[in-house]
């Protein structure tokens, strides 16, 4: 990109996530894991004070001085990995004594498709700058650098739980996080000894968190909590939800309820899979996917469509994964059964009218690591 060659090169994964959605920023339990498609950055150093960043994707480099780092400085896709630069100086970082670097992205991470193609980018960057200027962070607080940039720099006012699965992840894994305290356990899937695989289904339902569902229902949350008395649903139990049904208009003690049992269904699926194994996990999937197209309203035709066509051919689970208004569905299913529910789902799709999704397997990986 600029002549300089590359001191490093790290990459970080995409996430799915098997069950917890909209649990994050309710302080609440997700279960994702890091998936086998990954985002790539080459480093190389700099003797001024500029952070170049170039992608693959295109035709152009957006240019930058650590001293000019702000909020509302850049935008575009280059608010990503600039985003990051400028909030690993707003988490301790003292970037007053660091030289500038040039970016070079590289991803296979479907961008839109609800896999978080945007968590990807930022902990791989969060982590080259960390080991690259030697800033000492570790994961969790890389995984607080990458949220703040989507937060403050992008404007997407997510949760913690993509770049946690992109910097925690394992091979045949899933990240059990509380949200509240950030503790992280790495749970064996075991997926392969048992032969299952699990299926993405992209609908291409475009989707976006800058906008207006993703907010509102954070709201929502924020109304329900505060109207029940607490500082976040994650004080609230399945044996509370009588009495907030009584306290609260339909549409919130709905957006609630949601909340409440999906958390109970996280540590269900993680008990359930300690116990029984991964074949065991099928009805918890399938009743979050209920709970979030029913209580929650985030699915799509297209995302009951997946998950429908994929469960009535025989798939142990499914449910849509991710933020929701479009994006992907992932089922749970046995190695063999990989091409039927492919098929299957292609002809559904094609006879409602709909686009054509784009299918594929996806497997449990480690998480963001330097690659030489
Ligand atoms: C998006 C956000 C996450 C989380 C999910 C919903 O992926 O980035 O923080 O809130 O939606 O579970």
Redesign the pocket.
């Known amino acids: 990109m600029s002549g300089h060659p590359a001191v490093g090169v790290w990459s970080a994964p995409g996430r799915v ?1 098997l069950i ?6 309710n302080e609440g339990f ?1 279960f994702p894991c890091a998936i086998d498609r990954r985002t790539v950055v080459a480093l190389a150093d700099r003797a001024d004070r500029a952070i170049r960043v170039g992608t693959a994707c295109r035709d152009e480099h957006v240019e930058l001085s650590l001293d000019a780092l702000a909020p509302n400085s850049v935008s575009g896709w280059a608010a990503y990995p600039l985003g990051v630069v400028w909030a690993l100086g707003e988490l301790g970082a003292d970037l007053s004594r660091v030289r500038g670097v040039d970016l070079f992205i590289t991803s296979d991470v479907p961008i839109g498709a609800g896999l ?1 193609s945007s968590a990807a980018l930022e902990c791989a960057v969060a982590l080259a700058l960390t080991e690259h200027w030697q800033l000492g962070f570790d994961r969790p607080a890389l995984a607080q650098a990458g949220r703040l940039a989507e937060n403050v720099v992008v404007g997407a006012p ?5 770049q946690s699965a992109s910097l925690l992840g394992d091979t045949d894994a899933a990240v059990f996080l509380d949200c509240r305290n950030l503790h992280a356990d790495i749970v064996p899937l075991n997926l392969r000894a048992a032969g299952l695989s699990l299926l993405v289904i992209d609908t291409r339902v475009e989707h976006t ?1 800058t906008t207006n569902g ?1 907010a509102a229902r954070r709201e929502a949350c924020d109304a329900g909590a505060l109207a029940l008395g607490v500082t976040s649903l994650r004080d609230i139990r399945v044996s509370d939800l009588p009495r907030a049904q009584k306290m609260l208009d339909d549409k919130t003690f709905r957006r609630v309820r949601h909340v409440v049992t999906e958390n109970e269904r996280v540590l269900a699926t993680v008990r359930t899979l300690r116990e029984q194994g991964p074949g065991a996990i099928g009805p918890l999937l399938d009743a979050s996917h209920l709970s979030m197209r029913n209580d929650f309203e985030i699915s799509v035709p297209e995302l009951d469509l997946a998950v429908e066509t994929a469960q009535a051919h025989g798939a142990i689970g499914a449910r849509m994964t ?2 929701g208004f479009g994006g992907a569905a992932v089922a749970l299913l046995i190695n063999d059964l990989v091409p039927i529910v492919t098929r299957a789902t292609e002809t559904a799709f094609a006879q409602r009218g709909f686009h054509t999704p784009v299918i594929f397997t996806v497997v449990p990986s480690r998480g963001a690591q330097r690659e030489r």
């Open positions: 996530n917890g959605e909209h649990t994050d920023y997700v978080s997510t949760g913690i739980m993509d968190h993703y991710g933020g």
